[in-house]
C-alpha cells in the first residue's frame, strides 16, 4: 500500500472506531445516535463496529440511496440507530434492474470515458445525502426528539443537508450559505454528453472538444521529449499517449481501414532540437 | 579547426582584453574566491556572435546567483510556478532560533554515520577549503560576528553511494529551499534523446558512429553564489577529530539547494548550445554529463575542438572522466553500443554491468541475511526500475510486486516471504539474462496489426470464456484470425474472483503472439486492446494484481523472445473486429474472407501461472 493509502486507512479507521465509540456510549447512557455508512464497507467488520451491532437495541438499517428524491444511482448504504422509528423512514431497498423509485434505469457508476481518457468519476455527485433521505431522516428524528431535544451532527461535511432538513423542521435554521461547486454545472452537461456518446455523431463530436479540453496540458518541452522517448522505441504510459484512431468510428472494418494507414510511432521520423537539426 | 583559431584570435584580442578588465571590476567576492575562471568577455562576445538566446549568463558567472526568493530566469526554460512556503524575511529572522538545533542535528548525524563516514566528508570538506570553493573552519562566534544575527546555517551529512561517500548541504533542513520561488521548469535530455541523436544521426550519414562524453569538474562550484547570499548559506559539518561541528562558507552554488538547479543547468546549457553552433556538434548534455554523438573520422578532431573550446571560455572539464569516444560508451548510467549500427542498423542499450552486479550483489545479500526493511525495497526497485530501462520493451517490471508492497509495509517487517524471495529472485533472472533494449534505424516493413479482445458469458453452451485475435498483414494484406475457449484449467489458475475480464483480456495477447509466432518475428506491431485496464498494464508492463501481472510478464517476455517492437493502443468495442472472434461470431470475418489460424495454446500450459508465483 502507499505511504498516502497507507494514511488514509488509518484515519478512516481512526474516525470508524471514534464514531461506533461514541455511539456505544450514547447507547449505554441511553441516548439517540444514528450512525450512516456504505453498506459494504469494511468498517463494519472492526471490533468497535461488531461490537455495537451486537447490541440488542441497535438496528442496522440498510437502503439504497435511489430509492430517495436526488439519487439517480443504487447505492448500497446503511443506518446504524438505537431508534426503531428510523426503520419505515430510511429502510428501502431497490431490487431489479429498474429504480422501483423513478422506474427507469439507474444512473451508471463506471467513470466517464471518452477517447480512452477519465473524464469525470461520479463518486462526486453521490458526495452529499439526496433531499429525498434528508427529509425522511428528519421525519424519524422529529419524532425521536419530540419538542424538546437537541440534534449534532459529526463529519457532516460543508453544506449538511441533513442538518438543515432536521433544523427547518425543528425550526432552527442552520446558518450560512450552500457552498456551490465551481464549473459544476460544466461538469454535469460533460457528463450527460459523454453519457450520451455514440447515440448521436453531433454529441460525439462535442464530447470530443470537451476532451480535448479536459486533458492535462503539457508544455512544449516536455511533450519534446515524449516523442523522443517515443522516437527511441519506448512506449509513453497509457494515460500519456495520444490515440493513434479515435473512438467514434463504431465499425470494424473502418478501423482496419485506419490502421493500415498508420505509421509505427517508434519510427516517425527524427526527434530533434532545432540545434542539433541544424548542425546535422 | 578554423572555427576554434578564430576564438583564439578573438580570445587574445585587446577588445576582448579591455572588457575582461571592465568585467573583473563587476565580479562580486564569491567569484573572486572561485578563481575567476569563466572569460566572460570572450563568453559576451561567443554568445552574441552565436546569438545565444541568454545573454545573460556571463555576467551571472561574474555577479553571482541566489538561492532564495525569486528564481532567475532564463530564455532556455519554460514557465512553471511553485511559489516559495516562506518569505525570505521569515527565513532570516527564524534563522537565530534555528540554530542551536542545527548544530546538534549535525553533530547527531555525524556521530550515527559512523566513524569512515564521518572523516571522509571531513575530508572532502577541507579538500574544498583547500580549493578555494569553501572556506573555514570557523566557529558559531566567527560567523556572527561577520554575518550578523540573520547568520543561516544549514546542515550537512554524509551519504554513501557504492564504494564513495558524498556531502549533502540540506537546504531543505536550513529552510532555504522553502524561501525559493520557482518560476521555471527544466526538461533535461536522457537516455532517450541521446538514442534518438543516434537514430537521426545514423539515418543522415548512414555509417558508423562513435560516443565521447565529457564531465564538468566540480560542476556546480564553477558557479558563484550571490555575496548576500553566503550569510544564509554556512555550512555546518561534523568534525570527527574534534567531535564537534565546525562552520565553513561556500562560495558556489551549493548541493542541495533548489535554484541550484536552474543556475548552474543554463550554464551548462549556454555552453552546450555554443558547442552545437560553433562546431557543428551533435552534442547535449544533463547538468554537467556531456555526450557527443560522433562520425569515427571526425571523432578525434570535434572532441579536440569541444576540449579546447571550454578551456577558452573558462569552464573546466574533468580529464579524468573525459571518455573517448567509442562504439560502447557508458553514458548517464547506461551503455550505448553502437557496433551494430553501420551493419545491422541497431543501436544497443545495454545496463552498465557494475550496475548489474552492484545489483545482483545486494539481492544476494538480502537472502542471505534474510533481511529487507522498506528502505532497502525502495533502493532496490530505484535500482532495478533503472536497469529495466535498458531491457527490451517492458520485460523485466512484472516481476516486482512483492517488494512494492515491502517498499510500503511497515518498518519493523524485515523478513523475506516467499513472494519477496521469487520476485527477488526473477529481479536477478531479469537483470543478466533479458534481451537487451534496441532501437532499429530502420523498419521498411510496415506495422502488423494485431487486434486481441475476450468475452466472459456465463451459461454460454460452448464455454463461458472466450479469447480471439486478428492479424492484418498490410504487406500481403491478408486478414487471419483466431480464437479460443479458454478452458476452466487455465482459469482456476488465476485468483477466484466473478469475473474475469481483465485476466482475459491481457491473456488474449501472449496466446496472439503464440499463434502467429511464424509472422510475428523481428517486426513492428499496433496490438489494439478494447480493456483499458488491460492496455494499461501492458504498455506498463507491470498490473499490481499478481495473476495479471504474470500474463503481462508472459506477454512481454514472448514479444522480446521474437524481438517484436509493439505499440499499445486503444480501439473502442465497437470497433474491434476481434470482437467476433472472442463471441464465437465469425461472420465479419467470413465476409471479409480472412483466413482462421488454429490458436497455439501449447507455451500456455508449458508455463502456467505457477512459473511467476514460485521459482
Same mark, same amino acid.
Given at each position: 500500500?502507499?505511504?498516502?493509502?497507507?494514511?488514509?486507512?488509518?484515519?478512516?479507521?481512526?474516525?470508524?472506531?471514534?464514531?461506533?465509540?461514541?455511539?456505544?456510549?450514547?447507547?449505554?447512557?441511553?441516548?439517540?445516535?444514528?450512525? =450512516?455508512?456504505?453498506?459494504?464497507?469494511?468498517?463494519?467488520?472492526?471490533?468497535?463496529?461488531?461490537?455495537?451491532?451486537?447490541?440488542?437495541?441497535?438496528?442496522?438499517?440498510?437502503?439504497?440511496?435511489?430509492?430517495?428524491?436526488?439519487?439517480?444511482?443504487?447505492?448500497?448504504?446503511?443506518?446504524?440507530?438505537?431508534?426503531?422509528?428510523?426503520?419505515?423512514?430510511?429502510?428501502?431497498?431497490?431490487?431489479?434492474?429498474?429504480?422501483?423509485?423513478?422506474?427507469?434505469?439507474?444512473?451508471?457508476?463506471?467513470?466517464?470515458?471518452?477517447?480512452?481518457?477519465?473524464?469525470?468519476?461520479?463518486?462526486?455527485?453521490?458526495?452529499?445525502?439526496?433531499?429525498?433521505?434528508?427529509?425522511?431522516?428528519?421525519?424519524?428524528?422529529?419524532?425521536?426528539?419530540?419538542?424538546?431535544?437537541?440534534?449534532?451532527?459529526?463529519?457532516?461535511?460543508?453544506?449538511?443537508?441533513?442538518?438543515?432538513?432536521?433544523?427547518?423542521?425543528?425550526?432552527?435554521?442552520?446558518?450560512?450559505?450552500?457552498?456551490?461547486?465551481?464549473?459544476?454545472?460544466?461538469?454535469?452537461?460533460?457528463?450527460?454528453?459523454?453519457?450520451?456518446?455514440?447515440?448521436?455523431?453531433?454529441?460525439?463530436?462535442?464530447?470530443?472538444?470537451?476532451?480535448?479540453?479536459?486533458?492535462?496540458?503539457?508544455?512544449?518541452?516536455?511533450?519534446?521529449?515524449?516523442?523522443?522517448?517515443?522516437?527511441?522505441?519506448?512506449?509513453?504510459?497509457?494515460?500519456?499517449?495520444?490515440?493513434?484512431?479515435?473512438?467514434?468510428?463504431?465499425?470494424?472494418?473502418?478501423?482496419?481501414?485506419?490502421?493500415?494507414?498508420?505509421?509505427?510511432?517508434?519510427?516517425?521520423?527524427?526527434?530533434?532540437?532545432?540545434?542539433?537539426? =541544424?548542425?546535422? | 579547426?578554423?572555427?576554434?583559431?578564430?576564438?583564439?584570435?578573438?580570445?587574445?584580442?585587446?577588445?576582448?582584453?579591455?572588457?575582461?578588465?571592465?568585467?573583473?571590476?563587476?565580479?562580486?567576492?564569491?567569484?573572486?574566491?572561485?578563481?575567476?575562471?569563466?572569460?566572460?568577455?570572450?563568453?559576451?562576445?561567443?554568445?552574441?556572435?552565436?546569438?545565444?538566446?541568454?545573454?545573460?549568463?556571463?555576467?551571472?558567472?561574474?555577479?553571482?546567483?541566489?538561492?532564495?526568493?525569486?528564481?532567475? /530566469?532564463?530564455?532556455?526554460?519554460?514557465?512553471?510556478?511553485?511559489?516559495?512556503?516562506?518569505?525570505?524575511?521569515?527565513?532570516?529572522?527564524?534563522?537565530?532560533?534555528?540554530?542551536?538545533?542545527?548544530?546538534?542535528?549535525?553533530?547527531?548525524?555525524?556521530?550515527?554515520?559512523?566513524?569512515?563516514?564521518?572523516?571522509?566528508?571531513?575530508?572532502?570538506?577541507?579538500?574544498?577549503?583547500?580549493?578555494?570553493?569553501?572556506?573555514?573552519?570557523?566557529?558559531?562566534?566567527?560567523?556572527?560576528?561577520?554575518?550578523?544575527?540573520?547568520?543561516?546555517?544549514?546542515?550537512?551529512?554524509?551519504?554513501?553511494?557504492?564504494?564513495?561517500?558524498?556531502?549533502?548541504?540540506?537546504?531543505?533542513?536550513?529552510?532555504?529551499?522553502?524561501?525559493?520561488?520557482?518560476?521555471?521548469?527544466?526538461?533535461?535530455?536522457?537516455?532517450?534523446?541521446?538514442?534518438?541523436?543516434?537514430?537521426?544521426?545514423?539515418?543522415?550519414?548512414?555509417?558508423?558512429?562513435?560516443?565521447?562524453?565529457?564531465?564538468?569538474?566540480?560542476?556546480?562550484?564553477?558557479?558563484?553564489?550571490?555575496?548576500?547570499?553566503?550569510?544564509?548559506?554556512?555550512?555546518?559539518?561534523?568534525?570527527?577529530?574534534?567531535?564537534?561541528?565546525?562552520?565553513?562558507?561556500?562560495?558556489?552554488?551549493?548541493?542541495?539547494?533548489?535554484?541550484?538547479?536552474?543556475?548552474?543547468?543554463?550554464?551548462?546549457?549556454?555552453?552546450?548550445?555554443?558547442?552545437?553552433?560553433?562546431?557543428?556538434?551533435?552534442?547535449?548534455?544533463?547538468?554537467?554529463?556531456?555526450?557527443?554523438?560522433?562520425?569515427?573520422?571526425?571523432?578525434?578532431?570535434?572532441?579536440?575542438?569541444?576540449? /579546447?573550446?571550454?578551456?577558452?571560455?573558462?569552464?573546466?572539464?574533468?580529464?579524468?572522466?573525459?571518455?573517448?569516444?567509442?562504439?560502447?560508451?557508458?553514458?548517464?548510467?547506461?551503455?550505448?553500443?553502437?557496433?551494430?549500427?553501420?551493419?545491422?542498423?541497431?543501436?544497443?542499450?545495454?545496463?552498465?554491468?557494475?550496475?548489474?552486479?552492484?545489483?545482483?550483489?545486494?539481492?544476494?545479500?538480502?537472502?542471505?541475511?534474510?533481511?529487507?526493511?522498506?528502505?532497502?525495497?525502495?533502493?532496490?526497485?530505484?535500482?532495478?526500475?533503472?536497469?529495466?530501462?535498458?531491457?527490451?520493451?517492458?520485460?523485466?517490471?512484472?516481476?516486482?510486486?512483492?517488494?512494492?508492497?515491502?517498499?510500503?509495509?511497515?518498518?519493523?517487517?524485515?523478513?523475506?516471504?516467499?513472494?519477496?524471495?521469487?520476485?527477488?529472485?526473477?529481479?536477478?533472472?531479469?537483470?543478466?539474462?533479458?534481451?537487451?533494449?534496441?532501437?532499429?534505424?530502420?523498419?521498411?516493413?510496415?506495422?502488423?496489426?494485431?487486434?486481441?479482445?475476450?468475452?466472459?458469458?456465463?451459461?454460454?453452451?460452448?464455454?463461458?470464456?472466450?479469447?480471439?485475435?486478428?492479424?492484418?498483414?498490410?504487406?500481403?494484406?491478408?486478414?487471419?484470425?483466431?480464437?479460443?475457449?479458454?478452458?476452466?484449467?487455465?482459469?482456476?489458475?488465476?485468483?477466484?474472483?466473478?469475473?474475469?475480464?481483465?485476466?482475459?483480456?491481457?491473456?488474449?495477447?501472449?496466446?496472439?503472439?503464440?499463434?502467429?509466432?511464424?509472422?510475428?518475428?523481428?517486426?513492428?506491431?499496433?496490438?489494439?486492446?478494447?480493456?483499458?485496464?488491460?492496455?494499461?498494464?501492458?504498455?506498463?508492463?507491470?498490473?499490481?494484481?499478481?495473476?495479471?501481472?504474470?500474463?503481462?510478464?508472459?506477454?512481454?517476455?514472448?514479444?522480446?523472445?521474437?524481438?517484436?517492437?509493439?505499440?499499445?493502443?486503444?480501439?473502442?468495442?465497437?470497433?474491434?473486429?476481434?470482437?467476433?472472434?472472442?463471441?464465437?461470431?465469425?461472420?465479419?470475418?467470413?465476409?471479409?474472407?480472412?483466413?482462421?489460424?488454429?490458436?497455439?495454446?501449447?507455451?500456455?500450459?508449458?508455463?502456467?501461472?505457477?512459473?511467476?508465483?514460485?521459482?
Amino acid at each position: 500500500m502507499s505511504k498516502r493509502g497507507r494514511k488514509r486507512l488509518i484515519d478512516d479507521t481512526e474516525m470508524a472506531d471514534l464514531s461506533a465509540n461514541r455511539c456505544w456510549e450514547r447507547a449505554e447512557a441511553g441516548k439517540a445516535f444514528a450512525l =450512516e455508512h456504505p453498506g459494504n464497507s469494511l468498517a463494519q467488520f472492526l471490533p468497535s463496529w461488531e461490537r455495537l451491532m451486537s447490541r440488542p437495541d441497535v438496528h442496522v438499517i440498510k437502503y439504497h440511496t435511489c430509492r430517495f428524491e436526488g439519487s439517480r444511482r443504487r447505492k448500497f448504504q446503511m443506518l446504524m440507530t438505537n431508534r426503531a422509528c428510523f426503520v419505515d423512514f430510511i429502510g428501502k431497498l431497490c431490487e431489479g434492474h429498474l429504480c422501483m423509485r423513478t422506474g427507469g434505469p439507474h444512473l451508471k457508476w463506471r467513470p466517464t470515458v471518452h477517447n480512452g481518457q477519465v473524464l469525470q468519476s461520479q463518486t462526486g455527485d453521490e458526495r452529499e445525502y439526496p433531499v429525498g433521505f434528508c427529509k425522511e431522516y428528519a421525519k424519524a428524528a422529529g419524532l425521536v426528539l419530540g419538542s424538546g431535544g437537541s440534534f449534532l451532527e459529526v463529519f457532516s461535511g460543508p453544506n449538511a443537508p441533513l442538518s438543515v432538513e432536521v433544523g427547518a423542521l425543528l425550526g432552527a435554521p442552520v446558518p450560512g450559505y450552500k457552498l456551490e461547486n465551481k464549473g459544476k454545472g460544466d461538469k454535469v452537461e460533460l457528463q450527460n454528453l459523454s453519457q450520451l456518446l455514440g447515440s448521436h455523431p453531433l454529441v460525439s463530436q462535442q464530447a470530443s472538444s470537451f476532451s480535448a479540453r479536459a486533458a492535462p496540458t503539457i508544455s512544449v518541452q516536455e511533450s519534446f521529449y515524449r516523442d523522443a522517448a517515443l522516437n527511441a522505441a519506448r512506449q509513453p504510459g497509457y494515460g500519456k499517449r495520444t490515440q493513434l484512431i479515435q473512438d467514434g468510428l463504431q465499425d470494424p472494418s473502418k478501423h482496419m481501414e485506419e490502421a493500415l494507414k498508420l505509421s509505427h510511432p517508434f519510427t516517425l521520423g527524427n526527434v530533434l532540437k532545432p540545434d542539433h537539426r =541544424e548542425a546535422l | 579547426m578554423k572555427t576554434l583559431v578564430e576564438w583564439k584570435v578573438l580570445a587574445t584580442s585587446s577588445a576582448t582584453a579591455a572588457l575582461q578588465s571592465e568585467h573583473e571590476k563587476l565580479a562580486c567576492e564569491c567569484a573572486v574566491r572561485l578563481g575567476r575562471k569563466p572569460r566572460t568577455a570572450l563568453m559576451e562576445f561567443l554568445g552574441m556572435r552565436y546569438s545565444l538566446e541568454d545573454t545573460a549568463v556571463p555576467k551571472l558567472c561574474l555577479t553571482g546567483m541566489p538561492i532564495v526568493g525569486k528564481a532567475l /530566469e532564463s530564455p532556455f526554460f519554460h514557465s512553471y510556478q511553485v511559489p516559495a512556503t516562506i518569505t525570505v524575511s521569515e527565513l532570516l529572522s527564524s534563522a537565530p532560533r534555528r540554530r542551536a538545533g542545527t548544530l546538534k542535528r549535525v553533530k547527531l548525524m555525524g556521530r550515527t554515520g559512523g566513524a569512515e563516514m564521518a572523516k571522509a566528508i571531513w575530508q572532502k570538506t577541507m579538500k574544498e577549503v583547500k580549493a578555494g570553493t569553501m572556506s573555514g573552519p570557523y566557529t558559531l562566534e566567527e560567523m556572527e560576528k561577520k554575518h550578523g544575527r540573520y547568520l543561516n546555517l544549514v546542515p550537512s551529512f554524509g551519504l554513501k553511494q557504492g564504494d564513495k561517500f558524498r556531502r549533502i548541504d540540506d537546504h531543505s533542513a536550513s529552510h532555504n529551499n522553502l524561501a525559493a520561488e520557482r518560476t521555471q521548469q527544466i526538461q533535461m535530455a536522457m537516455v532517450d534523446y541521446l538514442m534518438s541523436m543516434v537514430a537521426a544521426m545514423g539515418k543522415a550519414f548512414n555509417g558508423a558512429l562513435w560516443i565521447g562524453t565529457e564531465d564538468m569538474a566540480g560542476a556546480y562550484r564553477q558557479v558563484p553564489l550571490t555575496d548576500s547570499q553566503v550569510r544564509i548559506s554556512v555550512t555546518a559539518v561534523y568534525n570527527p577529530e574534534s567531535e564537534s561541528v565546525e562552520l565553513f562558507e561556500i562560495y558556489g552554488q551549493p548541493f542541495g539547494a533548489a535554484h541550484a538547479v536552474p543556475n548552474f543547468y543554463r550554464v551548462a546549457e549556454w555552453a552546450c548550445r555554443l558547442m552545437i553552433r560553433a562546431f557543428t556538434a551533435i552534442i547535449d548534455h544533463f547538468f554537467d554529463d556531456y555526450f557527443v554523438v560522433l562520425r569515427p573520422g571526425e571523432a578525434e578532431g570535434t572532441m579536440f575542438c569541444i576540449k /579546447e573550446a571550454f578551456k577558452l571560455i573558462g569552464l573546466v572539464l574533468d580529464d579524468e572522466k573525459s571518455q573517448p569516444p567509442g562504439d560502447f560508451s557508458m553514458v548517464l548510467g547506461v551503455a550505448f553500443n553502437t557496433a551494430s549500427l553501420q551493419s545491422q542498423k541497431l543501436l544497443l542499450v545495454e545496463p552498465k554491468p557494475t550496475r548489474v552486479t552492484n545489483l545482483c550483489q545486494i539481492i544476494d545479500r538480502v537472502m542471505a541475511e534474510d533481511c529487507l526493511p522498506p528502505s532497502l525495497a525502495a533502493s532496490l526497485l530505484g535500482k532495478f526500475g533503472f536497469l529495466c530501462s535498458t531491457m527490451f520493451g517492458k520485460v523485466g517490471r512484472c516481476c516486482t510486486g512483492a517488494v512494492r508492497a515491502r517498499q510500503y509495509g511497515h518498518p519493523n517487517e524485515t523478513h523475506l516471504t516467499a513472494e519477496i524471495c521469487t520476485s527477488l529472485q526473477l529481479m536477478k533472472l531479469f537483470t543478466t539474462t533479458a534481451p537487451k533494449r534496441e532501437l532499429k534505424l530502420y523498419d521498411r516493413e510496415r506495422p502488423l496489426i494485431l487486434y486481441t479482445d475476450a468475452s466472459d458469458v456465463p451459461n454460454r453452451t460452448e464455454g463461458r470464456w472466450v479469447v480471439g485475435a486478428v492479424l492484418i498483414d498490410p504487406d500481403t494484406m491478408t486478414i487471419s484470425y483466431t480464437s479460443w475457449i479458454v478452458p476452466e484449467t487455465v482459469v482456476n489458475t488465476w485468483f477466484p474472483k466473478q469475473t474475469y475480464m481483465n485476466q482475459l483480456e491481457l491473456f488474449a495477447c501472449p496466446l496472439a503472439l503464440n499463434t502467429w509466432s511464424q509472422v510475428l518475428h523481428d517486426r513492428q506491431v499496433l496490438l489494439f486492446i478494447d480493456n483499458d485496464a488491460a492496455a494499461a498494464s501492458l504498455a506498463r508492463g507491470y498490473s499490481p494484481r499478481q495473476d495479471s501481472c504474470a500474463l503481462v510478464g508472459d506477454f512481454w517476455l514472448a514479444a522480446s523472445s521474437a524481438r517484436l517492437s509493439i505499440y499499445i493502443d486503444r480501439v473502442e468495442s465497437k470497433s474491434n473486429p476481434a470482437d467476433g472472434p472472442s463471441r464465437l461470431d465469425f461472420n465479419l470475418m467470413r465476409r471479409l474472407k480472412a483466413q482462421w489460424i488454429s490458436p497455439n495454446s501449447t507455451s500456455v500450459f508449458t508455463r502456467p501461472f505457477s512459473w511467476f508465483v514460485a521459482l
